[in-house]
């Protein structure tokens, strides 16, 4: 092809443009471009260990501190499955005082969604529960303190705030057309909230966090209200955010339906803030007693890992991974992969390769992978701790490599 021509041609199709530039500078590196591992050990901010049988067979710089972003909720997910044990149940409990207010008292039970509270309200009529004068919401077992850190103040669903007592993950998912606002879930009515919150929004589909803890928890009360009167339950309209009367009897204690291995597994598949820092706060108190602080979750679990593991060097600042004052090393990230084997069937499983069971972490910036690999016969653990930019997939094609 004539040169001028070509260069013409690529001029209008800037596509091909790029391609040829890529190839040409895969060509002009040698192999190692194609190379994931060679890849990573030209990065300055990296860290990469592969473990087979006990002991080191790959390791990049595998003792230096770094952000681990998502991959902080195999931690969180750990210390919950070895407190509590896989089938545990977290409960909420429900009262009623002489005034014949229903008084509802969370313990950061992070999936009490729409169906759940359909479970709840079914179970109360049960006990005949048939008139409600008004709704009172106990969300003090978190302390006033409690504030993610790394949570911004986006619409985004990731960034939902963490309460004690919330509905559908502190989420709502609406659809709106022209003036009109629906619930895009049917399970979930739509509530005056979350109506307020659609017409603030643009039209179509709409799914945004709650933003503060008081919009959350009003918000929990009213989809509470609405599910009673569906279920032909008269409900008054009051509500009150305060703690339970000291006098109010007690009615109902539910345990979900799911249990922690049911909410770990989605946790780490999808990657939920929400549910990795609810369970990070209720770790601190365990048993559901007292008002948790920010300040005792981060020592309960900075105090765990280093009881379970010996670690000295790291940092936890939340349970998500959302703060990039988090640190850990591939080498702490591998010794708690191999803990977490009894559990390695809540790992999720790479896109398209079976031989891959792990968690990703994404900050700008930081691209972070960690979990096993199936290697001769058997699952090895690695780490990959990147905190520099780079291609999206890259920790995919790395771990693809480690299996080979």
Not at 8 to 15: E, G, K, V
Not at 218 to 236: C, P, Q, T
Not at 340 to 355: H, S
């Amino acid at each position: 092809m004539n040169t001028p021509a070509a260069l013409t041609a690529l001029r209008r199709h800037p596509l091909w443009l790029l391609a040829l530039l890529v190839s040409v500078a895969l060509y002009s590196a040698g192999p190692a471009a194609s190379d994931p591992l060679a890849q990573v050990r030209g990065l300055g901010q990296a860290s990469l260990l592969l473990k087979e049988g006990g002991r080191d067979v790959i390791a990049y710089q595998p003792d230096t501190g770094r952000v681990p972003a998502s991959t902080m909720k195999l931690l969180t997910a750990f210390a919950a499955l070895e407190t509590w044990g896989r089938d545990y149940r977290f409960e909420t409990e429900f009262y009623q005082d002489d005034n014949g207010w229903l008084w509802v008292k969370g313990y950061a039970d992070p999936y009490l969604v729409s169906e759940e509270l359909d479970r709840v309200v079914a179970a109360l009529k049960a006990k005949g529960l048939r008139q409600v004068a008004g709704i009172g919401l106990d969300d003090s077992f978190f302390g006033p303190d409690v504030e993610i850190a790394g949570r911004s103040s986006s619409d985004n669903p990731y960034d939902a705030p963490v309460t004690a007592l919330a509905a559908n993950f502190n989420t709502i998912n609406l659809v709106r057309s022209g003036s009109q606002i629906r619930s895009a879930e049917a399970q979930t009515e739509l509530t005056q909230t979350a109506r307020r919150f659609g017409l603030a929004g643009g039209v179509g589909k709409q799914r945004v966090n709650l933003r503060e803890r008081e919009i959350a928890v009003r918000y929990f009360g009213e989809l509470l209200a609405a599910k009673l009167a569906s279920a032909a339950i008269n409900v008054g309209d009051g509500q009150q955010h305060a703690r339970v009367p000291a006098q109010a009897r007690h009615l109902y204690r539910h345990a979900n339906s799911r249990t922690l291995a049911e909410m770990v597994a989605p946790m780490l598949e999808y990657s939920n803030n929400f549910i990795a820092n609810a369970l990070f706060l209720h770790l601190a108190q365990p048993q559901g007693r007292g008002s948790v602080s920010m300040v005792e979750a981060k020592r309960a679990m900075t105090d765990f890992a280093r009881q379970r593991f010996g670690w000295r060097d790291f940092r936890v600042d939340d349970g998500a991974g959302l703060s990039r004052a988090n640190r850990l090393s591939a080498r702490q990230l591998v010794a708690l992969v191999e803990s977490f084997a009894p559990y390695r069937d809540l790992m999720p499983e790479q896109e398209g390769n079976a031989k891959v069971l792990a968690k990703s972490g994404t900050l700008r910036g930081v691209s972070c992978y960690a979990g096993y690999v199936r290697r001769n016969g058997a699952w090895a653990p690695f780490a990959l701790l990147i905190n520099q930019p780079v291609e999206y997939n890259f920790r995919r094609r790395v771990a693809a490599s480690l299996t080979r």
